[in-house]
């Protein structure tokens, strides 16, 4: 078997590679076309996408196909594993780190504005009832009304989001506009998505809690399914249900992760937020990746 020489990002020489270890590396973000490479009968390093052996790990990806029918995939099992999704954004985020801590942060300061406008006519009714203790029917549902019309927009930018870190995973050009790409086609798809996911969910937390945090791990791709397969917002809920309640409780578990990851840049003087956000977005779409790609075949 052939043995390959790289030059890490680290500048330092690493040898005896094999061929399956670098596309395996490409795959995952951690080489790319210009990375310095040397064959064992070489005399000299050069770019990796310059072996014609590589040549089809950097072809452009083709985007992902709708699925035919969902129950093509719904006859298909998976392994979630949590720390190889967290180590491959990780990768991820490194090797594109400005735009991806850029192009993050841009939409995360467009929800918190979205957050902080809402709040202007939430906040003195919720003070109200801190302060005052003046509970009303009237001043509750007009809190929790302007929250679930405000999941909507959050949901259209968060799928932009989740577009543009599809595209990088799979090895696409990604752009900011590709970050707004939930204002495309899919918006109204999406806008109903946010808008019945929060009222079923307000709805099962109201009844019991639990049926509440059920529906929200059941949920949880819902979003890339609609603006990455193109689906319809309740074919999307549906699909993934069924899929997560697979294994419902590993989802679960990779959200406590997500979520003790995301604590973790605000512990790091909040700034740390900046990384560890992408961090867990890139994690969340390498286990959409695993759950709905297709299987292999031939």
């Known amino acids: 078997m052939a043995t ?6 680290d500048q330092k020489e690493y040898g005896s590679v094999t061929g399956d270890d670098l596309r395996r590396w490409i795959a995952e973000g951690r080489l790319n076309a210009q990375t310095l490479t040397k064959a064992e009968s070489d005399a000299e ?4 996408s310059t072996f014609p052996e590589f040549a089809d790990a950097f072809a452009p990806s083709v985007a992902a196909p709708a699925l035919a029918t969902p129950s093509s995939l719904e006859e298909q099992d998976y392994e979630l594993d949590i720390g190889r999704c967290i180590s491959r954004s990780w990768e991820l985020v490194k090797n594109n780190f400005w735009p991806v801590v850029g192009v993050s942060t841009l939409i995360l300061i467009l929800i918190v504005g979205f957050g902080q406008i809402i709040g202007l006519f ?3 009714v919720i003070n109200a009832m801190i302060t005052q203790h003046q509970f009303s029917v009237g001043g509750i549902s007009f809190v929790v009304l302007l ?3 405000a999941t909507p927009v959050n949901i259209v930018l968060t799928a932009g989001l989740l577009k543009y870190f ?5 090895g696409e050009p990604a752009t900011v506009g590709d970050a707004f790409s939930g204002f495309g086609p899919m918006i109204g798809q999406l806008l109903l998505l946010g808008l ?10 109201v009844l019991c809690v639990i049926p509440g945090i059920f529906l929200q791990v059941a949920w949880l791709f819902s979003v890339p399914l609609v ?22 409780f590993m989802v679960f578990a990779f959200l406590i992760v997500y979520g003790l990851v995301v604590m973790a840049g605000i512990i790091a003087c909040c700034i740390g937020i900046l990384v560890t956000v992408p961090i ?11 759950i709905f790609s297709r299987p292999q075949t031939g």
């Open 4 to 9: 390959y020489s790289i030059i890490g990002g």
């Open 147 to 149: 929250n679930i019309l």
């Open 227 to 248: 603006i990455d397969r193109q689906m319809n917002f309740w074919n999307a809920m549906e699909l993934s249900r069924k899929m997560v309640c697979k294994h419902w």
């Open 280 to 290: 867990g977005l890139g994690a969340w779409m390498y286990a959409y990746e695993t």
């Open 45 to 48: 390093f050069r770019p990796l």
């Open 122 to 124: 939430t906040r003195p």
């Open 166 to 170: 599809l595209m990088l995973i799979r």
């Open 196 to 205: 019945v996911m929060s009222l079923l969910i307000l709805i099962g937390l």
